[in-house]
C-alpha cells in the first residue's frame, strides 16, 4: 500500500461512525412491519375462515330447491288450487319485462353490472349518507348480497354476519353471472303477502302474469321490497288517516262543512285500520252520518298515495339511470294504479279441495305438501262440479222458501223525504265500487219503498223494481209445516213488508231505462244440501258439494253424519235376495212390535199410517213400505244386513238394532253413494278415488290410484236389486225423476221426523247422492220427503251431467231369467187370467210360485179381502174358514 493510501485507510478508522443507530432503527422498523403484516395476514386469514366457516358451497346453489307451490287440478288438467306456505311461481328471466328488470337495479342496486358482488361505493356513500342523517337511511347490500341473504343466511343484524354475507356474495359472483344472478333474485325475493318473487307479486297484486305488467305496474313491484308491509297497495287502501289533503278533496266532493269540521278534529291521528277507523268516525260524526259519507271518507282518506309515493321514487331512479326519459316518466306517473285488493288464493272447490289437502297431510309430510312444488291431478270434473253446484243451489233455495220467510235483513227508519232517504237506501244499495248498472238474473240488495195490494215497489242499485203478489212473492206463505204447501194461505203484500225493509230480490227481466225492473223475492237459505257424483267403475269423485255455501268449510258430503232413512233400505233387500227371497216373494204389510226390552217397545209405522197387507219385495222397496222392510230384517237379522252393507263400502259403524231396518244408524253421503255404485258396478264395490296421481316438480311420479274392485254381491244380486230400484223411479216414490229419460234405478230416503231428505241413484255410467237438511235437525216439514225435496237436484244434475251422451241400459247377466208373474201375489202367471202381471227377474235356482189350483179359491178369497184390510182382519170375518198350516 503506497504511503498516501495507508494514510487514507487509517483515517477512515480514525473517523467516528456517524447515523449508525438510525440504520439499526430503520431495519428494526422494518422487521417489525414485516411482522405485523405476517400476523395481520396469519390474522386476516384466520378470521376468514372464520367467517367463512359453514358458509354452504357454491354447489349447493346451483342445486338449491327453493318452496314451490303445489299446484291441484282437475281431471282435465284445469288448475283448482294451489298449496303453499311462500307463494313462489318461478319465470325465467328472459319473461320478465325489461322495465321490471331494469327497476329493480335502479331502486336496490345501480352499480349491479359494474361491481363484484360488494360495491365499496356504495358502502362509503352510505355511510357518508347515515352519518349526515344521524340514522340508517340508506343501505349498501348489493343485489348479490341479498341474494345471499335470502338463501342462506339468517337475518340477525351483525357486523359478523354482514362480513359473512360480502364473503358468500363476492363467491356467487366468481360462480354465476350477473344475468343468473337477477334471475335468482327476482324468484326469491319477498314482494308482501306471502308473494316471493316477481311472478307471484305480479299474480296477487294484479292478477296477471309478470310478462303482462304496465310499466306503472312494474314500476310499484320493484319498489316494494324494501318494506313490503309498508308499500303494499293492498294494504294501503284498507288504512286511514284524515289529513289537510284528504280535507280539501272532501270538500271538493260536496261534502258538508259540518262534517269536515268534525273530521278536522282527527287529523292528529295516526295511520289506523279499517275497524279503528270506522270507530273513530262513528264517535266523531255519529253513525248515520258516517253511513251516508263513508264510500267518500274511504276514498279519500286511505293510505295509497304511500304506494304511489313509492312509485313516484323508483320512477325517478329510473330517469336518473338513464332507463326512462322525463316525458316517459311523466306518462307512467299518471297512470292510474287498479290493484286487486280482493286478491284471494286460488280455490274453485272449497269442500273438494280441503278433502284433498286432508288427505295428503295425512300421508305426506307438510314441507314436501306445502313446499314440494307438486302436480296433484285430480278426479274432479270441473263442469260437472258447476252443474252440481247450481243444481244443490236451485234446489236447497225452493225447500228453504217452502219452509217460511225469514224476514227482512233490518229495516230502515225512512222519512218519506227523497233527500233525506236516498243517501241512506244508496248506502244499502250502492256500496263503494259497485257496477250501478242492473242486468237479468243478477241477485240484488234492495229497499221496500211502496207496498200495495198489486205491486211492491223496491229501490235497487241504479234505479227501481216492482214484484207483483203472483209472481215476485207468492211462495211467501203462512208458517204450517203440517201442511202441504200448496194448501198453506198466501199472506198479502201488506202482511209481508214494511216500508224500509232491506230485502234480497233477483232481476226476472232488466229494464233499461232503470224504471221499472222486473223482480222477485229471495232469501239466503238457512238449508243446507250436499251431492255426491261418482263414477261407479273407477270409483272417481267428478262433482262434490259440502254445502249451499261453499265458503263453509263444514262439508256435509264427507263429514257429515245423518240418518239415511228409507234410503238405507237396498241394504235390506240385498242381504234378503242374498238368502234366497226373489223380487215376487210376498210379505205382509201388517204392523210390528218390537220388543225393547227394558226399553219402550219399538212400533214403526209406514209413511201414509196405513198397512198393506200381502206385498211382494218390488212394490215394498218401490213404494217404501216401512212395515215389510222391518219383517225382512227379522227374517235375515240384523248380522247379515250390517255385513251386506260393510262389503259393498259403508264404512262407519253400524247399531245393531232392529231401526237399522228403517236408516236409523247415521251414514255418510261419499260412502252411501259409494255404496249404491256398487249395484251399478255389477256388484263391484270400488272405493272412493280423489287423486289420480302426484307428480314431483322433476316429473318423477309420487303417487298413483289405480281403481281397486272388489267382489261385494254377485252380477245377478246386483242386476236384480237395480231392477227393484228402477221400479222405485217407474212407478214409486222417485217417479220425478222418471223425466231424466233414460234407464235409471234409485231410493228415495226420508226420516220418520223429517229432518233428513235423501235421494241416491244412478246409471250405467254416473252414481250420484244428495241430501237435503238442516245442520241443527230441524224438520223439514211434514210433506217435504226424499222424492219431494232431493230428487229434483238429483234429476236436475244428472240432466245436464248425461246431456248429449248416448242412451244406455243396464247389462243383464246371461244367467238372470224372467217369468211373467202376477204384479199382486208374485205367482207365475201362464195363459190370459187377466190379471196385472210383469215380467220378473230371477237368479238361477229360484222361480216365482206356480199358479193357484181351483181348489185353493179360498185363500184366493182371503188374499182379496186381505188387499182391502189387514190380513189378521180378514181371517176373522170369513166365518168357519182357518189358515191352512205351514209344513214345520
Do not use: C
Not at 558 to 568: E, H, K, Y
Amino acid at each position: 500500500m503506497s504511503g498516501l493510501n495507508k494514510r487514507r485507510h487509517d483515517a477512515r478508522l480514525q473517523r467516528p461512525r456517524r447515523h449508525g443507530w438510525l440504520r439499526w432503527l430503520l431495519l428494526a422498523m422494518g422487521g417489525l412491519i414485516v411482522l405485523v403484516v405476517i400476523a395481520g395476514g396469519i390474522a386476516g386469514v384466520t378470521a376468514y375462515r372464520s367467517l367463512a366457516e359453514g358458509l354452504p358451497a357454491l354447489d349447493e346453489l346451483e342445486k338449491y330447491e327453493s318452496s314451490l307451490v303445489t299446484h291441484v287440478y282437475d281431471r282435465h288438467g284445469e288448475l283448482i288450487a294451489n298449496f303453499f306456505t311462500e307463494k313462489r311461481i318461478l319465470i325465467e328471466l328472459e319473461d320478465v319485462p325489461d322495465f321490471v328488470r331494469k327497476a329493480t337495479i335502479a331502486v336496490e342496486d345501480a352499480r349491479f353490472y359494474d361491481h363484484p358482488g360488494i360495491d365499496l361505493k356504495g358502502v362509503l356513500r352510505a355511510a357518508w349518507t347515515n352519518y349526515k342523517a344521524g340514522r340508517v337511511v340508506e343501505g349498501a347490500s348489493t343485489i348479490t348480497m341479498q341474494v345471499a341473504r335470502t338463501l342462506f343466511l339468517n337475518r340477525e343484524r351483525t357486523l359478523r354476519r354482514k362480513l359473512r354475507e360480502m364473503i358468500l356474495a363476492w363467491r356467487i359472483e366468481q360462480r354465476f353471472s350477473k344475468d343468473d344472478i337477477l334471475k335468482m333474485y327476482l324468484n326469491q325475493v319477498f314482494y308482501g303477502h306471502n308473494a316471493y318473487g316477481v311472478e307471484a307479486a305480479a299474480q296477487i297484486y294484479f292478477n296477471k302474469s309478470a310478462k303482462e305488467l304496465t310499466l306503472g305496474e312494474g314500476m310499484l313491484i320493484a319498489g316494494l321490497t324494501r318494506a313490503p308491509n309498508s308499500y303494499s297497495p293492498i294494504h294501503n287502501l284498507r288504512r286511514f288517516q284524515i289529513t289537510d289533503q284528504s280535507l280539501e278533496r272532501l270538500q271538493n266532493e260536496g261534502v258538508p262543512l259540518s262534517i269536515l269540521d268534525n273530521l278536522r278534529g282527527l287529523t292528529d291521528q295516526p295511520l289506523m285500520e279499517e275497524a279503528t277507523f270506522l270507530k273513530r268516525l262513528n264517535t266523531a260524526l255519529g253513525e248515520a252520518a258516517t253511513e251516508q259519507y263513508k264510500p267518500l271518507i274511504f276514498k279519500h282518506a286511505n293510505n295509497l298515495k304511500l304506494s304511489l309515493e313509492r312509485r313516484a321514487h323508483v320512477i325517478r331512479r329510473m330517469v336518473d339511470q338513464s332507463y326512462l326519459s322525463p316525458q316517459e316518466a311523466q306518462r307512467v306517473l299518471e297512470e292510474p294504479l287498479q290493484t286487486n285488493p280482493n286478491y284471494k288464493s286460488i280455490n274453485k272447490v272449497p269442500h273438494f279441495v280441503e278433502h284433498v289437502r286432508r288427505y295428503l297431510e295425512r300421508n305426506y309430510s307438510a314441507q314436501e305438501l306445502y313446499e314440494g312444488g307438486w302436480q296433484v291431478h285430480t278426479t274432479l270434473d270441473l263442469s260437472l262440479q258447476r252443474m252440481a253446484e247450481q243444481a244443490v243451489r236451485h234446489g236447497v233455495e225452493a225447500a228453504d222458501k217452502r219452509h217460511g220467510y225469514q224476514r227482512p235483513f233490518r229495516r230502515l227508519a225512512l222519512t218519506g223525504d227523497e233527500a233525506v232517504d236516498q243517501p241512506l237506501i244508496e248506502q244499502v244499495t250502492l256500496p263503494p265500487d259497485t257496477d250501478p248498472t242492473v242486468h237479468t238474473g243478477e241477485v240484488l240488495t234492495g229497499v221496500v219503498t211502496i207496498i200495495s195490494p198489486r205491486a211492491v215497489w223496491v229501490q235497487v242499485k241504479g234505479g227501481r223494481g216492482v214484484m207483483s203478489p203472483d209472481e215476485g212473492f207468492a211462495w211467501v206463505r203462512e208458517t204450517n209445516l203440517d201442511r202441504k204447501f200448496e194448501k198453506r194461505k198466501r199472506l198479502s203484500p201488506e202482511e209481508i213488508f214494511k216500508v224500509g225493509d232491506v230485502i234480497r230480490v233477483r232481476v226476472v227481466l232488466a229494464d233499461e231505462r232503470n224504471r221499472a225492473h222486473q223482480l222477485i223475492l229471495e232469501q239466503e237459505p238457512l238449508l243446507e244440501g250436499a251431492l255426491i257424483a261418482l263414477e261407479p267403475a273407477s270409483g272417481h269423485v267428478l262433482a262434490m258439494v259440502g254445502g249451499y255455501d261453499e265458503t263453509n268449510q263444514y262439508n256435509r258430503a264427507t263429514q257429515a253424519l245423518r240418518q239415511p232413512g228409507s234410503a238405507f233400505k237396498p241394504f235390506i233387500y240385498t242381504a234378503a235376495l242374498d238368502a234366497g227371497k226373489t223380487p215376487a216373494s210376498v210379505i205382509y204389510d201388517r204392523a210390528v212390535v218390537i220388543d225393547g226390552g227394558d226399553d219402550e217397545a219399538w212400533k214403526p209405522q209406514n209413511y201414509s199410517q196405513k198397512y198393506y197387507g200381502a206385498t211382494t219385495l218390488r212394490t215394498a222397496l218401490a213404494r217404501s213400505r216401512n212395515m215389510v222392510t222391518v219383517r225382512l230384517m227379522e227374517q235375515v237379522g240384523v248380522d247379515a244386513v250390517r255385513d251386506v252393507a260393510t262389503r259393498m263400502g259403508i264404512e262407519t259403524e253400524l247399531d245393531p238394532y232392529m231401526s237399522l231396518a228403517l236408516g236409523s244408524s247415521e251414514v255418510k253421503l261419499l260412502e252411501l253413494t259409494a255404496a249404491y255404485g256398487t249395484f251399478s258396478n255389477g256388484g263391484l264395490t270400488v272405493p272412493p278415488v280423489f287423486i289420480t296421481r302426484i307428480v314431483g316438480p322433476g316429473q318423477e311420479m309420487i303417487e298413483e290410484n289405480l281403481p281397486r274392485a272388489s267382489r261385494a254381491i254377485s252380477p245377478e244380486l246386483a242386476y236384480i236389486m237395480t231392477s227393484l230400484m228402477q221400479s222405485v223411479i217407474q212407478e214409486g216414490t222417485g217417479t220425478r225423476v222418471k223425466a231424466l229419460g233414460r234407464p235409471a234405478a234409485g231410493k228415495t230416503g226420508t226420516t220418520n221426523d223429517f229432518r233428513d231428505a235423501w235421494f241416491l241413484g244412478f246409471t250405467p255410467e254416473l252414481v250420484t247422492g244428495v241430501w237435503v237438511g238442516f245442520d241443527d235437525g230441524t224438520a223439514l216439514g211434514r210433506h217435504e220427503s226424499g222424492g219431494r225435496v232431493a230428487s229434483p237436484i238429483w234429476l236436475e244434475f244428472m240432466q245436464h251431467a248425461l246431456k248429449g251422451r248416448p242412451i244406455t241400459d243396464f247389462s243383464i247377466p246371461s244367467n238372470i231369467r224372467f217369468y211373467r208373474i202376477n204384479a199382486e201375489d208374485g205367482r207365475e202367471v201362464r195363459g190370459n187370467t187377466g190379471a196385472k202381471t210383469r215380467f220378473e227377474a230371477f237368479v238361477p235356482g229360484t222361480a216365482p210360485a206356480p199358479p193357484p189350483s181351483p181348489t185353493k179359491h179360498i185363500r184366493e178369497k182371503i188374499h182379496r179381502l186381505d188387499r182391502q184390510r189387514s190380513a189378521a182382519r180378514a181371517l176373522e170375518e170369513i166365518d168357519g174358514i182357518q189358515p191352512p198350516q205351514q209344513s214345520p
